[in-house]
C-alpha cells in the first residue's frame, strides 16, 4: 500500500516519477487516438499521461507509445526453449505477456510439472499466465505419464497466475454433452475457459459455445470467423509456424469491427519468432494487408487483456501496468525500446531447473521384434499433406514404393507398449527420424525405412533423456537435446536453432521432402487431428474415434 | 451439469427447445449487426440462433431481439420501493440486471442490511448484482448507525451477487493516498471499484484512476467525458432523476466509439421511472439525438456487462442468459415482450421483510430546547441551488427573509445529538417537513418555519419508523410511511408515488418553490457535496472537509 501511496503522489505530480517518456504519441487504446502528451511511470506502474518529471527522462518525440503485446494463446514448448529463454526472444519483439496452456508439460510431467513451470515463470521479467490443461490426455487414445482429474484442475485454477480452463480440445465430448467435459467446466475458474473448434459450424458451434466455451483460435476462413464472432465466441486470429491464417482473417477487423478479436500465436518454432517477429510480426502484417494501425495494436494488446479478464494490462493510462513499447514507426512495428513494468529489460537469470523435471524418459528394451509389423498385402498408411497437421487415411499395398514405418513407444511408464503403421509422402529414403515430441502425450515417435536405424535412433533419444534425433545407417546425423521433459532444451536460442536446423537438414538428407520433417512427425501422433494418426496404442481412426488394425 | 447437457442437446438440435422466436432480426452485439433468424431457448439459456423447433414458438417476424437492458450503477433506496417491487416497475421496460450500491441501507441497517438485501432479491425475476458500499459514513461528519470495516467489505465481497466495491465516494481521501481507502482497495475482489469523480480533472483525475478506480459516473460535460475515456476510466453515462448528464454526453459515442461507455440510473423516482422509462427510456434519447441504435443497445447490454465482468449476460448468443427484448420498432424502444432467463415475467411474491429491517428508527425525546439557536447576528445558511445537489455557503442576517431552519436528529442508537442550520431559498413560508431519508447517514433531517411544526413532523416520522412528513399548523398535511430502514416503503408502486406526490404537493402548498422538495433536503445531509452541508455534528463546510458554527 505504500507502493500504491507513492503511485498516487507521482500521478498527482507531488513526487517525481522513476521514468517519464517525453512528447511522443501515446495510443489511447480505448479512444483509438494518438495523444501528444508525457508519460510518467512509478514503481513498474503507469501513473498518469499528462506533464511531468521524473528521476530520469527520455525524449521520444516521433516516436509511437504503445502498450506491450499480449499472446492470447501460446504454448511454451512448441518454441523448445525454457521460458526465460523464450522471454529473451520476444520481450524485444514487444511481447510483454503470454498466456500459455502447458498441455504438453502435462502430459509428460503431470500437474507436480505445470506447477513447476508456473514457478519457473513467476520472476521472469515477461508475464507469463496460464490456463489449466484440459484435456490430459488429448484422448483415450493416448498414454500421458498420468490423465489429469477435476482436482488436477482445481489444484491449478487455484493459483494466480492461472485464469481459466485451456483450449477444451474434446470439442466433440462437448458438444456431445460428455459429462467428463461438461464437469470442469462447472469447476470454480471453469466459467473462463479457451476453445478449440476445428471446422465445428452450425449447431455443433451453437452447441460447443453454448457449453459457456467462448474463444477459438482454429478459425481459417472469413465465413467460420464471422460464424464465431456472430456465435460470441472470440476470434483469436492465429499465425502459428503451421498455421497461419492472419490473411485469411484480418479482413473480419475491418468488417465486424475489432471488439472481440485476439491475436495469438499458438504453436510456433523458434527460427521462426527469430525471423518473423513475434505478436509484432502478426500487427505488421495485419496493417500491410490494410488494417488501421490502431485496430491492429487494440487486437495485440486490450483485446487479449480483456479476454482473459487481466484488468491491469493492455493498455496505457493510469493504474496499468507500465508495459510499453517505443515504436518508430507504424509499419515495422519493431520496438526502439521495451519496459517491461517500467524497466528496460536487461539480463536476468535463469530459474533453476531440478533434476526431476529431466529424468522424464522410461522406455522397455526395444528390439527389432517390436517393430514387427503383421505379414499382409493391404495396409493403411498415413498420408501426408504438405504443410499440414492433418493427415489423409490412406489404404495401400504394403510393398508401395516409398512407405516409411511408424512407431510410437511409450516412455513414461516403461509398459514397453509399442504401435506400429506406415507412413506415405514423407520422401524418406534411409534413415530414421525420432522425437520425445509427438503431442500430446509426447511419447516417442520413430520413423524410418530401416528398423536398426529405428533403434538407433529411439536408443539416442533415450541417451539424450529427451530430443530430436536423424540416424543416417546406424550413426546420429544430427541431434537437439530437449532434457526437460523431452520437450525444452537448456540451450541457448541460437543452439536450438542451429540444432533443430541440423535434425531438418539431415531429415532432408535422408529424402524428408517436406518442409518441417519433426514438426511434422510429432502432429502424426496427435490422435484429435484427422484423419489417420498413430499412438502407442496403435493406429487411430480419428473420424471414427477408434483404434484400427494396421491390416486391412 | 445435466442442465447443461440438456442445454447442449438443444444447441445441437437434437432435443427440442423450450421456446423458439420464429423469424425475429436478433441483434448481434459482437458485430453490431441484426441477424435474420430463429432464436432458442432452453432452461433459461440461449442454446442458438438458427433453425430451430421448440415445445413452444412465437412469431417475431419484422421484430427487434436485443438482449435485456443492464443498468450499471444504481441505488435501489432511490426509488423508496422494496427491491420486488422495483423488478416489477422495470421489467416491462426491459431491464433485466441491475448493479446496486447498497450504501443507503448500509447506512441505516450496517452489514447485516446489505446481507438481508442480498438475500431479499436472490430470487427476483430480476438479476440484482451488488457492490461492497466502500464508504460508509460518507464522511467523519456523518453518523451511520456503524461505520463499516474492511472485515464488512470482505464479507460482502464474498458473496457471489457481490461484484466489487461501490463507488469510492471519497475521491479526496483516495488522491491524497490515505491508507484507509487503499486499503479497501487491496481486499481481495476490491480490484473492481466504481468510481465517484465529480469534477476531478488532470492529475487529480490520474491519481484516481491510479488507484486502480476504473469507472466514473459524474462526468457532466464532453470535455469530462473524453478526459476520462482517455485515463482509462469507463464512462458511465447518468440519467439520474437530479442529474440528468445524457445529452450532454452521447455524442462521445460516436466520436470515441462506444466500446468503453454504459449508461446507469443512478438516483431515480419512482415516478420518474413510471413517466420516463428507466434504461430504455436513456437508449431512447440517445437514439433521438442520433446516437446508431446498435451502439445505443452495446452502451445498454453488453458494456455495463463487460464492465462489471458479468460474463453471460449482455448478449443474444449461445451459451448466455435468455434475458431478451421483443422491440416493435427502434425508437420507442418500450418492449412488447420482456424474457428473463427465458421466461415472460408475471406475477412473483414478495419476499420475507423480517421485523428488524422495520425498527430503524431510535432517537432521545426532543424538545424545543433542542432545535434552539444561538443568539447571533450573522448566521451561515446553507443557499440552495434551483434542482441541483450542490449548495452555496452563505453567511446572513440573522433575521433575513425567507430562511428556514433546519435540524438534523441522530436517529440510529438515540444519542440525542442535533445539528442546527439554516436555509436559504426554500420558499418555504410556514410548516414544516421531516425525512428518514438524509443522505448518506439517513439521521432524521428537518426543515421548518416553526419550531413546533418541526417537532410535529419529527414525532410523526418516529411514529411511522420512518417516512416523509409534511406538516402544516401541527397537522399532518401529506406522509409517505418508509418503514424498511426509514427509506423503503412496503407500499406499491402507485402508492408510493401518490403517496410522495401528495407529500412535495403540500410541501408546495407550504410555499416550497423547487421540483423536489424532499430530494433536495435529503441531499443536504450529504457532508461530500460542495458547500455547505449539515449532519447531527452540525454544519460542514464541504470544501474546507470541516465543521463550522452557525454564528459567524
Redesign the interface.
Known amino acids: ?1 505504500a507502493d ?10 507531488d513526487e517525481p516519477a522513476d521514468l517519464v517518456l517525453k512528447g511522443g504519441r501515446v495510443l ?1 487504446v ?4 494518438w ?1 501528444e502528451t508525457d508519460l510518467a511511470i512509478a514503481d513498474g ?6 506533464e511531468y518529471d521524473g528521476a530520469e527522462a527520455i525524449d521520444v518525440r516521433g516516436r509511437y507509445l504503445v502498450p506491450g503485446f499480449i499472446d492470447a494463446h501460446m504454448h511454451l514448448e512448441s518454441t523448445k526453449l525454457l521460458p526465460d529463454e523464450f522471454a529473451r526472444l520476444v520481450l524485444p519483439f514487444g511481447t510483454t505477456a503470454a498466456v500459455a496452456d502447458p498441455h504438453e508439460i502435462a502430459n509428460v510431467l503431470g500437474v507436480d510439472g505445470v506447477h513447476w513451470l508456473i514457478d519457473f515463470c513467476s520472476e521472469l521479467p515477461l508475464d507469463v499466465f496460464f490456463m489449466a490443461p484440459s484435456c490430459v490426455p488429448a484422448s483415450r487414445f493416448e498414454s500421458p505419464r498420468r490423465a489429469f482429474g477435476d482436482a488436477d484442475l482445481e489444484s491449478l485454477l487455484r493459483r494466480r497466475r492461472v485464469l481459466g480452463l485451456a483450449e477444451m480440445m474434446n470439442f466433440p465430448g ?4 460428455d ?1 467428463r467435459e ?2 470442469k ?2 469447476l470454480r475458474g471453469g ?2 475457459a479457451d476453445g478449440h473448434a476445428p471446422g465445428v459450424a ?3 458451434l ?2 460447443y ?6 474463444s477459438d483460435h482454429e478459425a481459417l476462413t472469413l465465413e467460420e470467423g ?1 460464424e464465431r ?5 472470440w476470434l483469436l486470429i492465429r499465425e502459428a509456424s503451421m498455421a497461419r491464417n492472419l490473411q485469411a482473417l484480418v479482413p473480419l477487423i475491418a468488417e ?2 475489432p ?2 478479436i485476439a491475436f495469438c500465436t499458438d504453436d510456433r518454432d523458434p527460427d521462426d519468432i527469430l525471423d518473423d517477429g513475434h505478436i509484432n510480426g502478426m500487427v505488421r502484417k495485419a496493417v500491410a494487408a490494410g488494417v488501421a494501425p490502431e485496430d491492429a495494436l487494440v487486437v495485440a494488446t486490450l483485446n487479449p487483456a ?1 479476454w482473459h ?1 487481466l ?2 494490462l493492455g ?1 496505457l ?4 501496468r507500465a508495459d510499453l513499447l517505443v515504436l518508430p514507426d507504424l509499419a515495422s512495428f519493431r520496438p526502439e525500446l521495451v519496459l517491461k513494468s517500467g524497466r528496460r529489460v536487461g539480463e536476468f537469470p535463469r530459474p533453476e531447473v531440478p533434476e526431476w523435471v529431466r529424468q522424464s524418459v522410461r522406455i522397455a528394451p526395444l528390439s527389432r521384434d517390436d517393430l514387427a509389423v503383421p505379414d499382409c498385402k493391404r495396409v493403411r498408411a498415413i498420408g501426408l499433406v504438405p504443410d499440414q497437421v492433418v493427415t489423409e487415411s490412406l489404404v495401400v499395398d504394403a510393398d508401395t514404393e516409398g512407405l516409411a514405418k511408424i512407431a510410437v513407444v511409450e516412455r513414461h511408464h516403461a509398459t514397453g507398449r509399442v504401435g506400429l503403421g506406415f507412413v506415405h509422402g514423407s520422401g524418406l529414403q534411409r534413415g530414421a527420424l525420432a522425437s520425445t515430441v509427438a503431442h500430446d502425450a509426447h511419447n516417442i515417435v520413430v520413423l524410418g525405412i530401416s528398423d536398426d536405424d529405428m533403434l538407433a535412433a529411439v536408443a539416442r533419444v533415450v541417451e539424450l533423456s529427451g530430443g530430436i534425433v536423424a540416424v543416417d545407417e546406424g550413426r546420429v546425423a544430427a541431434e537437439c537435446p530437449l532434457p526437460v521433459a523431452g520437450l525444452l532444451s537448456v540451450a541457448t536460442l541460437q543452439d536450438v536453432i542451429s540444432q533443430s536446423r541440423a535434425c531438418n537438414d539431415a531429415a532432408q538428407a535422408l529424402g524428408w521432402s517436406g518442409a518441417t520433417p519433426f514438426l511434422t512427425v510429432a502432429f502424426l501422433a496427435l490422435s484429435v487431428i484427422p484423419a489417420l494418426k498413430i499412438t502407442d496404442q496403435g493406429l487411430v481412426d480419428v473420424e471414427k474415434f477408434e483404434l484400427v488394425p494396421l491390416c486391412c
Open positions: 500500500m500504491l501511496a507513492r503511485r498516487i503522489a507521482v500521478a498527482r505530480g489511447s480505448f479512444t483509438r487516438e495523444l506502474w503507469i501513473a498518469g499521461l499528462g462437448v458438444i456431445a454433452g459429462e461438461l464437469s467446466l462447472a466459467d473462463h452450425g449447431k455443433q451453437n452447441a459455445a453454448a457449453a459457456g466455451i467462448h464471422r464472432l456472430r456465435a460470441g465466441i465486424l469491427g471488439s472481440q480483456r479478464g484488468r491491469d493498455a493510462a493510469p493504474g496499468y
